[in-house]
């Protein structure tokens, strides 16, 4: 429907070189913000702000050191 051309009742053409560039500049920008999001530093580790329950931790208990 909006590919109809009103004067001449004929499809008009898709662009196809403008339309890859645009897709080709959108993935770029994609990758660009991946790559630096997944680069990036926030800063140094800190203590986790988790509360510690009382209680046993079965069954989800971390094997301990040395194997099991």
């Known amino acids: 429907m909006i590919l109809w051309d009103d ?13 890859m560039a645009a897709f080709a500049a959108v ?7 991946v790559y630096l999001v997944s680069t990036a530093d926030f800063g140094g580790a800190s203590g986790t ?18 194997g099991p």
């Not at 004067?7 to 339309?19: L, S």
């Not at 993935?27 to 913000?33: D, P, S, V």
Request: net charge positive.
């Open 7 to 19: 004067d001449e009742r004929r499809v008009r053409p898709i662009h196809w070189g403008r339309t």
């Open 49 to 66: 702000t988790a509360p510690r329950t009382p209680g046993p931790c079965a069954p989800f208990c971390p094997a301990p050191p040395g």
């Open 27 to 33: 993935l770029l920008f994609a990758l660009l913000a």
